[in-house]
Structure formats: structure tokens, C-alpha cells
């Protein structure tokens, strides 16, 4: 029962660095959501894909890019780390279990990422 | 842009108190209402709420919305200890979810 793993769990980045954090979902969802954690801000949303092949932007798009090549991953890139993007990144799934609703999201662990 | 409001930020109880916590929201196209516990890592499913006036309960946990109103409450009832966590808010708008920054419990023994 792995459900929802994101790699890497923890990654220290110098400024201006690139990286892929990668998320992997072994039900079947149609929907992947990548979410950033701060301290007192709740979950925000960075991007989110309803289907392979396609992505949206969300609440706070700038300074990442993401893709869904394949239904069951969902990747998310810092092409220039910034301080500002030191966070928790979570992703997340759901299926059309009540449609038209999205239902609940299942959430992978986290990964932490600092940058300096 | 979609709103979504928790209250009280945070808050410290008794082991056998009751809690309530609140979430108002704005959004575009309301679709559903969910809470989330957050312990240590990611956070973990508690209600969806798509109806008014109907009341979700999951052992000493409770949760009601008012689409009129636009806001939601969820209720704990004989606090323990394992109670401690932040209960965070969702509104459900258009295939994607909006969260409240989350209202952080403590619950002392």
C-alpha cells in the first residue's frame, strides 16, 4: 500500500540551483496537486493536473514548473531555487469518488527543501 | 480569488473540554467543504460536507456547514491528549482545493 511517495524527503539547494521533486501515486487518481507548507500559511497551491498530459496553475505558479507525462507521476521543478521557495512541498491525488467532487485528497509524506 | 478564514489561530484546552473551530470562506463555484488533522507530516481526512444543515460525526468529532452563511464548524468533544494537532480547512473549487491556515489545538493533560 504505497499510495502517494514523494522523493526526495529532505534537499538542501544553493541559490540558483535546479531540482525535480517527483511524486508517485499507485491508485489510479486522475487529479495530482503539488501544495507548499509555511509556517502560519496553511497549504497553498503551486499547480495541479486533472489528467495526463495536462496542468493548470494555481495559487503561487511562479518560480516552479510542472509535469504529467504519465497518469501516475507528477513532477515539480524549481529552475532557479530562491530562499523564498524554503518549504514543505506535499503532493497530493484524488479520484472522481464523488463526482462531481473531488473528494478527499490523499497527501504523501512531504519534502523538505531549504535553500541558501 | 478564493478566501478561506480559520478561527481561532490556535488554542490550548483541558483533557475532557469541548472545542469548536470555525472556517468561513469565499470562493467562485462552492463545491465542498473538507477537514483535515495534521499531526506530525501530511494531513489526514476527517469530513467532506457538500449539503447545509447536515451534520457529519465521526466518534467525538462533528461537523456542519452553512451554505447561507458560508462558514463551517467542527466540534470535538471530551478532548484527549491525541486530540492535539492543527485541524485545517478546505473548500473544494472547480477540481482543486483552497486552505485555511489551520487552527492549531493543544490539548494539556
Known amino acids: 500500500n504505497a499510495g502517494v511517495t514523494q522523493t526526495p524527503k529532505f534537499r538542501v539547494l544553493k541559490t540558483g540551483q535546479s531540482m525535480t521533486l517527483l511524486c508517485a501515486q499507485d491508485?489510479?487518481?486522475?487529479?495530482m496537486y503539488w501544495y507548499r507548507q509555511d509556517p502560519g500559511m496553511g497549504l497553498r497551491l503551486i499547480h495541479y493536473s486533472v489528467g495526463e498530459g495536462t496542468t493548470a496553475k494555481g495559487e503561487v505558479p511562479d518560480g516552479y514548473n510542472v509535469s504529467r507525462l504519465k497518469k501516475q507521476n507528477f513532477l515539480l521543478g524549481l529552475e532557479s531555487a530562491a530562499p523564498s521557495q524554503t518549504s514543505v512541498y506535499f503532493c497530493a491525488s484524488s479520484s472522481l469518488a464523488h463526482p462531481p467532487h473531488t473528494g478527499e485528497l490523499f497527501f504523501g509524506e512531504g519534502s523538505r527543501l531549504t535553500v541558501l | 480569488e478564493d478566501k478561506v478564514v480559520q478561527s481561532p489561530l490556535s488554542l490550548v484546552v483541558h483533557e475532557g473540554d469541548t472545542v469548536t473551530l470555525n472556517c468561513s470562506y469565499e470562493?467562485?463555484?462552492?463545491?465542498?467543504l473538507l477537514w483535515y488533522k495534521q499531526e506530525k507530516k501530511a494531513p489526514t481526512f476527517l469530513f467532506m460536507l457538500t449539503s447545509s444543515g447536515i451534520e457529519k460525526k465521526s466518534g467525538r468529532l462533528s461537523s456542519i456547514l452553512d451554505k447561507k452563511e458560508l462558514f463551517s464548524i467542527l466540534n470535538i468533544t471530551a478532548t484527549q491528549t491525541g486530540d492535539s494537532a492543527v485541524y485545517l480547512c478546505a473548500v473544494e473549487d472547480d477540481y482543486k482545493l483552497s486552505f485555511g491556515a489551520g487552527t492549531t489545538v493543544t490539548v494539556r493533560a
Open positions: 470562493v467562485t463555484n462552492f463545491r465542498s
Open positions: 491508485m489510479n487518481h486522475e487529479y
